[in-house]
C-alpha cells in the first residue's frame, strides 16, 4: 500500500527564534536577541523555502504557523515577506489558517497590524497567567496588565480568531489564583485556549533549580481538574489533550494536521518537517538549532537533514500523534498516511479494548474515557 503524497494536507511552520530574554522553564529553540541580523536571516528562511519547493508536489499551503522564540519581534515586511513568497510558488488553500505567536511584552499596534496586513488570520498570545505575582516567578516579560492589554489590541486591530495560553502548577498558585486566570480569560471570549501544567524540562534552569512553592503533583492536578471544570461549564470543548475550542471549527487546524499525521514543512533554525515525497516515501527532515550555523547552512545551498521515517515505526507516531485528540482520529487516515493496513494494529487494539482503554476499531480510532486518562499506557502497546 502506498502513500499518495496529493492526498495528504500540507502545513507550513516558520521558525523565529530571538526573544527578548528565555523563560527558564522553556526548552524551545529560543535565544535572547544580542546582534543577529534579521534581514539575513529572512534571506535564509527564503531560500530554505526555496530549496525545499520541488519536494512538495505541487501542493497547496492549508496552514501556516510563525512560532519561536517570539515572533512578534519581527518586523511586519519580514513577516509580509515569507508570506507573499509562499503564496506566489505554492499557493494557499482558501482557508488556510495563518497563526503568529505573540508574547504581550512585545505587543506594539503597528506590528499586529502590519501582521494583519501580511495575512495573518490568528494570533496566539502567550498569557501563562494573568496574575503579575505569578509571572514574575516563572520570568516572563510581561505583567497581568499587559496581558490584558494585548488582548484588547488584538480585538482592537480586527483578530476575531485567538488563542490565549494558560499554565496550571505555577509556583504559589492556589484555586483561587488559577481559577481567576479562567475567570479573566472567558471575560476575553476567546476562540481557543491552551490550558497546560508547568513541566520542569531537563537542561533549563528550573529543572536544575526549581522554584520555591512548587504545587506538588497531586495539587497541581487537583487546579488542572478544577480549571477543566470551570471551562466545561463555559462551553468550551476540550478536543485534544490541553486544547480547548469555544466552539465547533474553531480548533487549531495548523496543529490538527500534525495530530492527523499530515505533512508539514519545517524552515527556520532547529525547524522540523515531516514529508509524503512524489515517491510514497516519508521523509523526517531538520534544521541546525543555531541561527549563525542556519543562516550558513542556507548560504551554502545546504538542504535541511533528512531521515526516512521507517514502516515499523509509523504505526506508534501515527498513534502517538492521532490519540490526544478526545474523539479520536479517522481510521482512513491510518491506511492513506503511513501506508499500511490496518491489520498492522490489529493485535495490539484488541488488548487495548479487552483492557477497557480502546474502543472497537470503526470508522474512528479512538480511546475510551479510562484510556484518555492513560495514553502512555495505550502507546505503550505499541512501543
Known sequence: MSVIAQEIPLALYVHWPWCVQK?????????QKRDADESEYVQALLDDWALQLPALSGRKISSIF???GTPSLAHPRFIAAVLDRVAKEAGLTSDCEITLEANPGTADAAHFAGYRAAGVNRLSLGIQSFDSDLLKQIGRIHDGNQAKQAIELARKLGFDNLNLDLMVGLPSQTEKTALADIEVALSFAPEHLSHYQLTLEPNTPFFARPPQNLPDEDLADHLQFICH???????????EVSAWQSKQGMASRHNLNYWQFGDYVGIGAGAHGKLTLADGSLVRTNHAKSPVRYVQDLSAGLLPKRQPLLRENRAFEFLMNGLRLRDGVDAS????RTGLPLLAIEKQWQQGVADGLLAP???KLVTTTLGYQYLNSVLSHWL
Open 66 to 68: 510563525f512560532g519561536g
Open 333 to 336: 487516515f491510518f491506511m492513506q
Open 361 to 363: 476499531i470503526s470508522d
Open 23 to 31: 523563560c527558564p522553564y522553556c526548552d524551545f529553540n529560543s535565544h
Open 229 to 239: 471544570e470551570r471551562l466545561n461549564a463555559a462551553g468550551f470543548d476540550r478536543y
